[in-house]
């Protein structure tokens, strides 16, 4: 169960290769395979680009011995990353060996940090596209059919894609992600996102309304709204309802979401700490269907090396934030992200961190050393001075204690009835059934004769550090 706990976002799903169930449409003239890393944004792009290859005649495969064109879409947030992409490119050189026809396109982020200089390293690579391109997907294809190699890596600061309906690729049919945003302004100084994101920017609220009713009416039951900091969702514009001009905060496009339908459950991700506000706790604690849960990254537990991260708040600030959450959603579900071995970060700050941890008692973490990214404010002001085995053993003392405290906060939850949302067949056994709480955590059950998409009462007799474990009651 560790292994669950102590992942990075969603990794059981990095590389996946998805497509509909219905993938074996013959209505499509060629086949397109694609596979997602990284962060969930990543996977919702995918599914932006699924449609944009159904308009031109691309359906999409699971097998990539039978696609003409095979995408990766990719992360750059670590080196590591960008390593397992470079190991299944090498893969992909083989099979076009024997298939030379095949197209090869690297998308996402690291199609954007590497630009051209991607296709001198990686010679099988036909096409560079970065995140704010793949409307012009199409007109590269047309190139690299001729021989050509194509490159579009121009960021944008409108592009949000807000008019493309995304093609659901590997659903359960019950949850779904929406973006809300793209990019980034923050300018964290480890953070390579900025750079290959571009500009943070906002889509148009209605649009984001429509894609949410649309997926309830096709018997969706639970949206996440998606950005790198949802929190600065800004909208300024005339409403469709009245004709006046309006502002819309994330506090408000979270009301309007939730009022599609009590049925619907609303999640979000990610809040930045500075910008979460009292407006959004309040709306959260208003609607039962916005889910009790919060994904708030500290990354550190020390206000000398946050400052050197620019996360713009301290140790204390950040304390006073998780206060209040818990003041205002007494039983919220908290998540965080943890840097270990940033630029200069000693056994104290290491500590502060542990402390942190102590006091915040997440639910969940996402624990992970810092690797140096080229073209970062840090690469660039800071020396990369924590030696590996340091980083490394400081990043284990920290995923201890989050076991523990994960553990906890399972055994805290004994004897307790949730409302779950079931999601579909547990992975270890067909008699089982999973859905997740208001909290977002995993509950496992006896199937009986419920089904997917179902809200059921269960009462939890037993845990892992990563699952809850009843019965419907
Ligand atoms: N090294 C290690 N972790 C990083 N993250 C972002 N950049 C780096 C880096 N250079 C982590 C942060 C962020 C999460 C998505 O990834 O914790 O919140
Ligand atoms: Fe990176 Fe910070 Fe933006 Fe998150 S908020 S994407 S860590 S720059």
């Known amino acids: 169960m560790l292994e669950q706990v102590t992942k990075v976002h969603d990794e059981s799903r990095q590389g996946e290769a998805f497509a509909p169930e219905s993938a074996a449409d013959q209505t499509y003239q060629k086949k397109f395979y694609i596979e997602s890393y990284g962060c969930q944004m990543n996977f919702n792009d995918s599914e932006i680009v699924a449609s944009i290859l159904n308009q031109e005649g691309f359906g999409a495969t699971r097998n990539f011995e039978e696609a003409d064109l095979?995408?990766?879409?990719?992360?750059?947030?670590?080196?590591?990353?960008?390593?397992?992409?470079?190991?299944?490119?090498?893969?992909?050189?083989?099979?076009?060996?024997?298939?030379?026809?095949?197209?090869?396109?690297?998308?996402?982020c690291m199609a954007e940090r590497l630009k051209a200089k991607l296709l001198e390293e990686e010679k099988l690579v036909d096409m560079v596209v970065g995140p704010d391109a793949y409307r012009t997907l199409p007109a590269l294809i047309e190139?690299?059919?001729?021989?050509?190699?194509?490159?579009?890596?121009?960021?944008?600061?409108?592009?949000?894609?807000?008019?493309?309906?995304?093609?659901?690729?590997?659903?359960?049919?019950?949850?779904?992600?929406?973006?809300?945003?793209?990019?980034?302004?923050?300018?964290?100084?480890?953070?390579?996102?900025?750079?290959?994101?571009?500009?943070?920017?906002?889509?148009?609220?209605?649009s984001i309304i429509q894609e949410a009713t649309d997926m309830f009416n096709r018997n969706y039951r639970e949206v996440t709204l998606l950005g790198q900091n949802v929190d600065s969702y800004y909208w300024v514009g005339v409403s469709p309802e009245n004709g006046q001009e309006e502002t819309i905060t994330f506090a408000s496009l979270l009301e309007k979401v939730a009022l599609i339908s009590p049925l619907l459950r609303v999640r979000f991700s990610t809040s930045h700490p500075k910008d979460i506000t009292d407006d959004v706790l309040h709306t959260m604690a208003k609607y039962e269907n916005i889910c009790n849960?919060?994904?708030?990254?500290?990354?550190?537990?020390?206000?000398?090396?946050?400052?050197?991260?620019?996360?713009?708040?301290?140790?204390?600030?950040?304390?006073?934030?998780?206060?209040?959450?818990?003041?205002l959603l007494p039983d919220c579900g908290l998540s965080t992200d943890i840097i270990t071995g940033f630029c200069t970060e000693t056994e104290e700050d290491h500590q502060d961190t542990l402390s942190m941890m102590e006091f915040a008692r997440y639910d969940l973490a996402y624990m992970f050393f810092y690797s140096e990214r080229p073209g970062t404010l840090a690469a660039r002001r800071y020396q990369d001075d924590v030696p590996e085995e340091v980083k490394k053993r400081r990043l284990s003392e920290v995923v201890e204690l989050h076991r523990r405290q994960a553990l906890e906060s399972m055994q805290k939850d004994l004897g307790k009835t949730f409302k779950v949302l079931i999601e579909g067949t547990s992975k270890r056994s067909e008699q089982d059934l999973f859905g997740r709480n208001d909290q977002n955590k995993v509950i496992v059950f006896p199937r009986e004769h419920y089904e997917k998409g179902q809200y059921v009462q269960v009462k939890v007799t037993d845990c892992t550090a990563a699952t809850l474990i009843g019965k419907v009651v």
């Open 70 to 108: 095979v995408l990766l879409n990719t992360c750059s947030i670590r080196d590591k990353a960008e390593q397992t992409v470079r190991k299944r490119l090498q893969e992909f050189r083989k099979i076009k060996q024997s298939n030379p026809g095949l197209l090869v396109g690297v998308l996402g």
């Open 143 to 206: 190139e690299a059919e001729t021989g050509q190699k194509a490159v579009n890596v121009l960021l944008s600061r409108e592009e949000t894609y807000a008019d493309i309906n995304p093609v659901r690729l590997d659903s359960n049919g019950v949850t779904a992600f929406v973006s809300i945003m793209r990019g980034c302004n923050n300018m964290c100084t480890f953070c390579v996102v900025p750079f290959t994101r571009g500009r943070e920017r906002s889509r148009d609220p209605y």
């Open 293 to 327: 849960y919060i994904h708030l990254p500290v990354q550190s537990g020390s206000t000398r090396v946050l400052q050197l991260m620019n996360r713009t708040y301290t140790r204390e600030w950040y304390m006073k934030k998780v206060e209040r959450i818990r003041e």
